[in-house]
Protein backbone atom coordinates (compact mmCIF):
# COMPACT_ATOMS: atom_id res chain seq x y z
CA UNK A 1 0.00 0.00 0.00
CA UNK A 2 1.61 3.47 -0.69
CA UNK A 3 -1.37 5.42 0.42
CA UNK A 4 -2.43 5.49 3.72
CA UNK A 5 -5.92 4.44 4.82
CA UNK A 6 -7.96 5.97 8.06
CA UNK A 7 -11.53 4.03 9.04
CA UNK A 8 -12.11 5.03 12.28
CA UNK A 9 -11.95 8.46 14.02
CA UNK A 10 -8.48 8.13 15.60
CA UNK A 11 -7.79 6.66 18.21
CA UNK A 12 -10.48 4.38 17.63
CA UNK A 13 -11.95 1.65 20.31
CA UNK A 14 -9.54 -0.86 20.36
CA UNK A 15 -7.10 1.90 20.76
CA UNK A 16 -7.99 3.20 23.49
CA UNK A 17 -8.77 0.87 25.30
CA UNK A 18 -5.23 -0.72 25.62
CA UNK A 19 -4.24 2.90 26.32
CA UNK A 20 -6.36 2.87 29.47
CA UNK A 21 -5.26 0.26 30.08
CA UNK A 22 -1.29 0.90 29.97
CA UNK A 23 -2.38 4.11 31.59
CA UNK A 24 -2.74 2.14 34.67
CA UNK A 25 0.04 -0.13 34.58
CA UNK A 26 3.42 1.21 32.64
CA UNK A 27 5.62 3.95 33.78
CA UNK A 28 4.27 7.50 33.20
CA UNK A 29 8.07 8.38 31.85
CA UNK A 30 7.42 6.79 28.69
CA UNK A 31 6.82 9.70 25.49
CA UNK A 32 3.95 9.17 22.81
CA UNK A 33 3.13 11.91 21.12
CA UNK A 34 -0.16 10.23 19.51
CA UNK A 35 -2.43 7.72 20.85
CA UNK A 36 -0.98 4.44 17.90
CA UNK A 37 -1.52 1.32 19.14
CA UNK A 38 0.26 -1.15 16.43
CA UNK A 39 -1.31 -4.37 15.52
CA UNK A 40 0.59 -5.83 12.38
CA UNK A 41 2.59 -4.16 9.53
CA UNK A 42 4.45 -4.91 6.22
CA UNK A 43 7.56 -3.16 4.74
CA UNK A 44 6.73 0.74 5.44
CA UNK A 45 3.16 0.19 6.34
CA UNK A 46 1.58 -0.61 10.07
CA UNK A 47 -1.62 -1.16 11.16
CA UNK A 48 -3.54 -0.16 14.56
CA UNK A 49 -5.67 -2.49 16.19
CA UNK A 50 -9.04 -0.61 14.72
CA UNK A 51 -7.20 -1.33 11.13
CA UNK A 52 -5.85 1.59 10.57
CA UNK A 53 -3.22 2.08 8.20
CA UNK A 54 -0.21 4.29 8.29
CA UNK A 55 3.08 4.95 6.07
CA UNK A 56 5.39 4.61 9.12
CA UNK A 57 8.08 7.44 8.61
CA UNK A 58 9.20 6.64 12.24
CA UNK A 59 10.00 3.02 12.06
CA UNK A 60 10.35 2.47 15.66
CA UNK A 61 12.58 5.60 16.17
CA UNK A 62 15.00 3.97 13.41
CA UNK A 63 14.60 0.75 14.11
CA UNK A 64 13.17 -1.28 11.59
CA UNK A 65 15.42 -0.84 9.20
CA UNK A 66 13.78 -3.63 6.91
CA UNK A 67 10.66 -2.68 7.58
CA UNK A 68 8.12 -4.35 9.89
CA UNK A 69 9.15 -8.16 9.82
CA UNK A 70 10.74 -8.86 6.84
CA UNK A 71 10.38 -12.03 5.89
CA UNK A 72 14.39 -13.04 5.36
CA UNK A 73 14.84 -11.48 8.86
CA UNK A 74 12.08 -13.43 10.77
CA UNK A 75 13.12 -16.58 8.95
CA UNK A 76 16.61 -16.31 10.09
CA UNK A 77 14.97 -15.70 13.61
CA UNK A 78 12.28 -18.42 14.19
CA UNK A 79 15.87 -20.63 12.42
CA UNK A 80 17.92 -19.62 15.34
CA UNK A 81 15.30 -19.56 17.84
CA UNK A 82 14.66 -23.12 16.60
CA UNK A 83 17.91 -24.52 17.71
CA UNK A 84 19.11 -22.43 20.44
CA UNK A 85 17.54 -19.02 22.08
CA UNK A 86 20.29 -17.77 24.05
CA UNK A 87 23.33 -19.56 25.90
CA UNK A 88 25.02 -16.19 26.91
CA UNK A 89 28.02 -15.05 24.66
CA UNK A 90 29.92 -13.40 27.87
CA UNK A 91 30.60 -16.94 28.85
CA UNK A 92 30.39 -19.69 26.01
CA UNK A 93 30.55 -19.20 22.10
CA UNK A 94 28.58 -19.72 19.07
CA UNK A 95 29.00 -19.04 15.61
CA UNK A 96 26.11 -16.16 15.19
CA UNK A 97 27.66 -14.07 17.37
CA UNK A 98 31.56 -14.90 15.65
CA UNK A 99 29.84 -14.33 12.04
CA UNK A 100 28.44 -11.02 12.72
CA UNK A 101 31.43 -9.86 14.80
CA UNK A 102 33.26 -10.92 11.56
CA UNK A 103 31.01 -9.12 9.47
CA UNK A 104 31.11 -5.66 11.34
CA UNK A 105 35.15 -5.60 11.34
CA UNK A 106 34.78 -5.76 7.56
CA UNK A 107 32.54 -2.62 7.65
CA UNK A 108 32.82 -0.37 10.71
CA UNK A 109 34.60 2.83 9.77
CA UNK A 110 37.46 1.62 11.64
CA UNK A 111 41.47 1.26 10.17
CA UNK A 112 43.02 -1.77 11.15
CA UNK A 113 42.05 -4.79 12.55
CA UNK A 114 38.74 -4.57 14.66
CA UNK A 115 37.40 -5.82 17.64
CA UNK A 116 33.58 -5.63 18.82
CA UNK A 117 31.65 -5.88 22.22
CA UNK A 118 27.99 -6.97 22.09
CA UNK A 119 25.33 -5.25 24.31
CA UNK A 120 21.53 -4.73 23.81
CA UNK A 121 21.07 -0.81 23.23
CA UNK A 122 22.62 2.18 22.21
CA UNK A 123 23.15 3.31 26.19
CA UNK A 124 25.03 0.36 26.76
CA UNK A 125 26.96 1.01 23.76
CA UNK A 126 27.89 4.34 25.57
CA UNK A 127 28.84 2.75 28.75
CA UNK A 128 31.36 0.14 26.82
CA UNK A 129 32.94 3.23 25.18
CA UNK A 130 33.79 5.44 28.04
CA UNK A 131 34.56 2.49 29.97
CA UNK A 132 36.71 1.56 27.28
CA UNK A 133 38.38 4.92 26.67
CA UNK A 134 39.08 5.47 30.01
CA UNK A 135 40.90 1.81 30.57
CA UNK A 136 42.79 2.31 27.31
CA UNK A 137 44.07 6.20 27.48
CA UNK A 138 44.29 6.00 31.62
CA UNK A 139 42.89 9.52 32.06
CA UNK A 140 38.93 10.04 32.84
CA UNK A 141 37.66 12.68 30.96
CA UNK A 142 35.47 12.91 28.45
CA UNK A 143 33.85 15.70 25.81
CA UNK A 144 30.44 15.33 24.21
CA UNK A 145 28.34 17.94 22.35
CA UNK A 146 25.03 20.07 23.66
CA UNK A 147 22.39 18.92 21.85
CA UNK A 148 23.19 15.16 21.78
CA UNK A 149 21.86 11.65 22.60
CA UNK A 150 24.10 9.15 23.78
CA UNK A 151 21.93 7.60 26.12
CA UNK A 152 19.48 7.30 29.75
CA UNK A 153 21.83 4.87 32.20
CA UNK A 154 23.92 7.66 34.25
CA UNK A 155 26.86 7.02 32.39
CA UNK A 156 25.53 7.68 28.52
CA UNK A 157 23.09 10.21 30.76
CA UNK A 158 25.97 12.51 31.53
CA UNK A 159 26.95 12.81 27.42
CA UNK A 160 22.95 13.27 26.81
CA UNK A 161 22.31 16.81 26.28
CA UNK A 162 19.87 16.86 24.42
CA UNK A 163 16.57 17.59 26.79
CA UNK A 164 16.43 18.60 30.72
CA UNK A 165 13.83 16.59 31.52
CA UNK A 166 16.00 14.09 30.69
CA UNK A 167 18.59 15.11 33.17
CA UNK A 168 16.29 16.86 35.79
CA UNK A 169 16.30 14.69 38.97
CA UNK A 170 19.11 12.18 38.32
CA UNK A 171 22.13 14.36 39.27
CA UNK A 172 25.20 14.33 40.43
CA UNK A 173 26.24 13.05 37.36
CA UNK A 174 29.55 11.40 36.14
CA UNK A 175 32.12 14.08 36.79
CA UNK A 176 34.64 14.33 34.07
CA UNK A 177 32.53 15.43 31.07
CA UNK A 178 32.72 18.18 29.44
CA UNK A 179 30.11 19.69 26.43
CA UNK A 180 31.12 21.76 23.41
CA UNK A 181 28.38 23.71 20.47
CA UNK A 182 27.68 21.43 18.22
CA UNK A 183 27.43 23.11 14.35
CA UNK A 184 24.27 23.69 13.38
CA UNK A 185 24.87 26.17 10.06
CA UNK A 186 21.73 26.79 9.37
CA UNK A 187 21.43 29.50 12.63
CA UNK A 188 24.94 30.35 12.00
CA UNK A 189 25.89 34.01 11.22
CA UNK A 190 28.26 32.73 8.26
CA UNK A 191 29.60 29.66 6.18
CA UNK A 192 29.37 25.80 6.92
CA UNK A 193 33.14 26.54 7.21
CA UNK A 194 33.12 28.96 9.54
CA UNK A 195 30.45 27.95 11.89
CA UNK A 196 32.55 24.42 11.76
CA UNK A 197 35.88 26.43 12.82
CA UNK A 198 33.74 28.44 15.56
CA UNK A 199 33.19 24.82 17.53
CA UNK A 200 36.55 23.37 16.62
CA UNK A 201 37.86 27.26 18.57
CA UNK A 202 35.98 26.65 21.42
CA UNK A 203 37.23 23.40 22.35
CA UNK A 204 40.80 24.66 21.74
CA UNK A 205 40.69 28.50 22.90
CA UNK A 206 37.92 28.20 25.56
CA UNK A 207 37.22 23.96 26.84
CA UNK A 208 41.33 22.99 26.98
CA UNK A 209 41.82 26.48 28.17
CA UNK A 210 39.62 27.44 31.01
CA UNK A 211 38.15 23.53 31.80
CA UNK A 212 40.37 20.58 31.14
CA UNK A 213 44.00 20.28 29.80
CA UNK A 214 43.94 18.03 26.68
CA UNK A 215 46.03 15.28 28.38
CA UNK A 216 43.29 14.58 31.13
CA UNK A 217 40.22 13.64 28.27
CA UNK A 218 40.37 10.29 27.39
CA UNK A 219 37.91 10.74 24.51
CA UNK A 220 35.64 12.29 22.01
CA UNK A 221 31.74 11.28 21.47
CA UNK A 222 30.27 12.77 18.78
CA UNK A 223 27.46 12.24 16.40
CA UNK A 224 28.38 12.42 12.70
CA UNK A 225 24.62 13.69 12.32
CA UNK A 226 23.15 14.67 15.45
CA UNK A 227 19.91 12.71 16.17
CA UNK A 228 17.97 14.37 18.59
CA UNK A 229 19.13 17.45 18.34
CA UNK A 230 16.98 18.13 15.50
CA UNK A 231 19.10 16.00 12.57
CA UNK A 232 22.20 18.49 12.39
CA UNK A 233 24.48 17.75 9.44
CA UNK A 234 27.78 19.12 10.51
CA UNK A 235 30.14 20.19 7.90
CA UNK A 236 32.62 17.30 7.03
CA UNK A 237 35.72 19.78 8.47
CA UNK A 238 33.97 19.94 11.84
CA UNK A 239 34.27 15.68 12.24
CA UNK A 240 37.60 15.99 10.21
CA UNK A 241 38.76 18.16 13.07
CA UNK A 242 37.90 16.52 16.06
CA UNK A 243 39.92 13.17 14.39
CA UNK A 244 42.69 16.03 14.03
CA UNK A 245 42.54 16.72 17.77
CA UNK A 246 42.11 13.67 19.01
CA UNK A 247 45.35 12.24 17.41
CA UNK A 248 47.11 15.33 18.39
CA UNK A 249 46.57 14.82 22.17
CA UNK A 250 46.50 10.87 22.52
CA UNK A 251 42.69 11.19 23.00
CA UNK A 252 39.70 8.09 20.63
CA UNK A 253 37.23 9.46 18.81
CA UNK A 254 34.02 7.69 19.71
CA UNK A 255 31.54 8.00 16.99
CA UNK A 256 28.21 7.62 17.78
CA UNK A 257 26.65 5.74 14.50
CA UNK A 258 23.36 4.38 16.53
CA UNK A 259 20.85 6.30 15.10
CA UNK A 260 22.64 7.09 11.76
CA UNK A 261 24.29 3.41 11.08
CA UNK A 262 22.90 0.73 9.43
CA UNK A 263 22.45 2.14 6.06
CA UNK A 264 20.21 5.04 6.82
CA UNK A 265 21.99 7.93 5.23
CA UNK A 266 22.50 5.83 1.86
CA UNK A 267 26.08 4.37 3.34
CA UNK A 268 26.05 1.97 5.96
CA UNK A 269 27.71 4.75 7.70
CA UNK A 270 27.33 8.27 8.48
CA UNK A 271 31.12 8.39 8.75
CA UNK A 272 31.32 6.47 5.13
CA UNK A 273 30.00 9.79 3.22
CA UNK A 274 33.35 11.73 4.30
CA UNK A 275 35.79 9.21 4.81
CA UNK A 276 36.00 9.84 8.56
CA UNK A 277 37.44 7.03 10.58
CA UNK A 278 37.24 6.50 13.72
CA UNK A 279 38.97 4.63 16.97
CA UNK A 280 35.48 3.73 18.13
CA UNK A 281 31.69 3.05 16.71
CA UNK A 282 28.60 2.90 18.60
CA UNK A 283 25.98 0.66 16.87
CA UNK A 284 22.36 -0.39 17.55
CA UNK A 285 18.59 0.96 16.65
CA UNK A 286 18.76 -0.64 12.99
CA UNK A 287 21.09 -3.15 13.01
CA UNK A 288 19.15 -6.17 13.95
CA UNK A 289 15.60 -5.04 12.22
CA UNK A 290 13.90 -4.50 15.55
CA UNK A 291 15.84 -7.11 18.05
CA UNK A 292 17.69 -5.58 20.60
CA UNK A 293 21.70 -5.34 19.85
CA UNK A 294 23.88 -2.95 20.42
CA UNK A 295 27.62 -3.24 19.32
CA UNK A 296 30.60 -1.13 20.07
CA UNK A 297 34.04 -1.83 17.88
CA UNK A 298 36.86 -0.64 18.28
CA UNK A 299 40.48 -0.72 16.69
CA UNK A 300 41.80 -4.20 18.16
CA UNK A 301 44.62 -2.39 20.04
CA UNK A 302 42.15 -0.33 22.08
CA UNK A 303 40.06 -2.99 22.76
CA UNK A 304 42.57 -5.03 25.04
CA UNK A 305 40.66 -5.33 28.44
CA UNK A 306 41.53 -8.48 30.00
CA UNK A 307 38.84 -11.37 30.76
CA UNK A 308 35.76 -9.99 33.68
CA UNK A 309 36.83 -6.11 32.81
CA UNK A 310 33.34 -5.36 30.92
CA UNK A 311 30.41 -7.80 29.99
CA UNK A 312 26.64 -8.18 29.12
CA UNK A 313 24.39 -11.68 30.10
CA UNK A 314 22.16 -11.02 27.18
CA UNK A 315 24.61 -8.69 24.75
CA UNK A 316 24.97 -10.23 21.51
CA UNK A 317 21.77 -13.01 21.82
CA UNK A 318 22.32 -15.53 19.19
CA UNK A 319 18.30 -14.59 18.12
CA UNK A 320 19.32 -11.12 17.90
CA UNK A 321 22.98 -11.40 15.63
CA UNK A 322 20.58 -14.35 13.61
CA UNK A 323 18.47 -11.15 12.71
CA UNK A 324 21.54 -9.02 12.41
CA UNK A 325 23.56 -11.27 9.68
CA UNK A 326 20.08 -10.98 7.44
CA UNK A 327 19.79 -7.59 8.66
CA UNK A 328 23.06 -6.32 7.41
CA UNK A 329 23.03 -9.12 4.22
CA UNK A 330 19.66 -7.10 2.75
CA UNK A 331 21.09 -3.79 3.53
CA UNK A 332 24.29 -4.33 1.45
CA UNK A 333 22.04 -6.46 -1.40
CA UNK A 334 19.59 -3.37 -1.98
CA UNK A 335 18.92 -1.44 0.93
CA UNK A 336 21.32 0.87 1.36
CA UNK A 337 21.11 2.23 -1.86
CA UNK A 338 17.32 2.38 -1.82
CA UNK A 339 17.94 4.71 1.30
CA UNK A 340 20.03 6.67 -0.69
CA UNK A 341 18.18 6.97 -4.26
CA UNK A 342 14.28 7.18 -2.04
CA UNK A 343 16.01 9.33 0.60
CA UNK A 344 17.14 12.06 -1.98
CA UNK A 345 13.82 12.12 -4.35
CA UNK A 346 12.30 12.29 -1.18
CA UNK A 347 14.32 15.37 0.15
CA UNK A 348 14.20 16.76 -3.23
CA UNK A 349 10.36 16.60 -3.35
CA UNK A 350 10.04 17.90 0.17
CA UNK A 351 12.38 21.23 -0.57
CA UNK A 352 9.78 21.68 -3.56
CA UNK A 353 7.00 22.65 -0.99
CA UNK A 354 9.12 25.78 0.69
CA UNK A 355 7.79 28.18 -1.66
CA UNK A 356 4.59 26.70 -1.00
CA UNK A 357 4.99 27.03 2.91
CA UNK A 358 6.81 29.86 4.70
CA UNK A 359 6.95 27.63 7.82
CA UNK A 360 9.94 25.41 6.02
CA UNK A 361 12.96 26.90 7.56
CA UNK A 362 15.65 24.25 6.68
CA UNK A 363 15.48 20.88 4.56
CA UNK A 364 18.31 18.41 5.79
CA UNK A 365 20.19 15.34 6.13
CA UNK A 366 21.02 12.10 4.18
CA UNK A 367 19.64 9.35 2.85
CA UNK A 368 16.47 8.55 4.95
CA UNK A 369 17.87 10.24 7.61
CA UNK A 370 15.65 13.52 6.61
CA UNK A 371 15.30 16.83 8.95
CA UNK A 372 12.45 19.92 8.14
CA UNK A 373 13.09 22.41 10.58
CA UNK A 374 10.33 25.18 11.35
CA UNK A 375 10.41 28.24 11.63
CA UNK A 376 7.85 31.08 12.35
CA UNK A 377 10.06 33.57 9.88
CA UNK A 378 12.59 32.59 7.56
CA UNK A 379 14.46 36.08 8.07
CA UNK A 380 14.66 35.72 12.06
CA UNK A 381 14.84 32.03 12.69
CA UNK A 382 12.36 32.13 15.37
CA UNK A 383 11.80 28.51 16.35
CA UNK A 384 8.21 27.23 15.50
CA UNK A 385 7.73 25.41 18.28
CA UNK A 386 4.13 24.53 18.76
CA UNK A 387 4.30 24.60 15.09
CA UNK A 388 6.00 21.36 14.76
CA UNK A 389 3.83 19.79 17.68
CA UNK A 390 1.19 20.65 15.73
CA UNK A 391 2.26 19.07 12.42
CA UNK A 392 3.54 16.23 14.16
CA UNK A 393 -0.27 15.41 15.10
CA UNK A 394 -2.10 16.44 11.89
CA UNK A 395 0.43 13.78 9.78
CA UNK A 396 -0.73 11.29 12.44
CA UNK A 397 -4.57 12.63 12.04
CA UNK A 398 -3.89 12.01 8.05
CA UNK A 399 -2.27 8.30 8.11
CA UNK A 400 1.70 9.42 8.74
CA UNK A 401 3.66 8.43 11.44
CA UNK A 402 6.20 10.88 12.14
CA UNK A 403 8.58 12.11 15.28
CA UNK A 404 9.75 15.67 16.43
CA UNK A 405 13.71 15.92 16.76
CA UNK A 406 15.23 19.20 18.75
CA UNK A 407 12.89 21.70 19.40
CA UNK A 408 11.27 22.68 16.26
CA UNK A 409 12.37 20.09 13.71
CA UNK A 410 10.15 17.52 11.93
CA UNK A 411 12.36 13.78 11.93
CA UNK A 412 11.08 11.38 9.08
CA UNK A 413 13.38 7.90 9.81
CA UNK A 414 11.09 5.48 7.51
CA UNK A 415 12.11 1.97 7.21
CA UNK A 416 14.86 1.62 4.09
CA UNK A 417 12.05 -0.58 2.49
CA UNK A 418 10.29 2.88 1.37
CA UNK A 419 9.36 3.34 -2.26
CA UNK A 420 9.32 6.08 -4.31
CA UNK A 421 5.35 6.32 -4.37
CA UNK A 422 4.98 5.72 -0.97
CA UNK A 423 7.07 8.78 -0.37
CA UNK A 424 4.75 10.86 -3.00
CA UNK A 425 2.37 9.71 -0.22
CA UNK A 426 4.51 11.36 2.63
CA UNK A 427 4.72 14.95 1.01
CA UNK A 428 1.60 14.97 0.01
CA UNK A 429 0.16 14.54 3.63
CA UNK A 430 2.73 16.82 4.86
CA UNK A 431 1.44 19.60 1.75
CA UNK A 432 -1.84 18.93 3.92
CA UNK A 433 -1.03 19.28 7.34
CA UNK A 434 1.53 22.27 7.00
CA UNK A 435 -1.95 23.89 5.24
CA UNK A 436 -3.63 23.11 8.07
CA UNK A 437 -1.16 24.38 10.76
CA UNK A 438 -0.81 27.33 9.17
CA UNK A 439 -4.34 28.34 8.89
CA UNK A 440 -5.04 27.10 12.26
CA UNK A 441 -1.91 29.52 13.43
Known sequence: MDAPQIRTSLPGPNARAIIERDAKYVSPSYTRDYPFVIARGEGAVVEDV??????????????????????????????????????????????????????LASIAPIDGDVRTFFANSGTETTEAAIKLSRYHTKRQGVIAFLGAFHGRSLGSLALTASKAIQRRG????????????????????????????????F??????????????????VVEPIQGEGGYLVPPPSFLHGL??????????????????????TGRMFACDHIGLRADIVNIAKGIASGLP???????????????GAHASTFGGNPVSCAAANATIALLEESLVANAAAVGGYLMDAIRSLAD?????????????????????????????????????????????????????????????????????????VLDEALTEVATKG
Open 50 to 103: DGNRFLDCAAGIAVNSTGVSHPDVVRAIADQAGKFIHMSGTDFYYEPQVRLAEK
Open 170 to 201: FGPFMPGVHHAPYPDPYRFNGSADACAEACLS
Open 203 to 220: LTDQLFVHLASPDEIAAI
Open 243 to 264: RELTRQHGMLLVVDEVQSGMGR
Open 293 to 307: LGVTCARAEVMTWPP
Open 356 to 428: KHPLIGDVRGKGLMIGIELVQDRVTKVRAVEERNALVQAMFRRGVLVLGAGRNALRLAPPLVLSKAQADSVVR
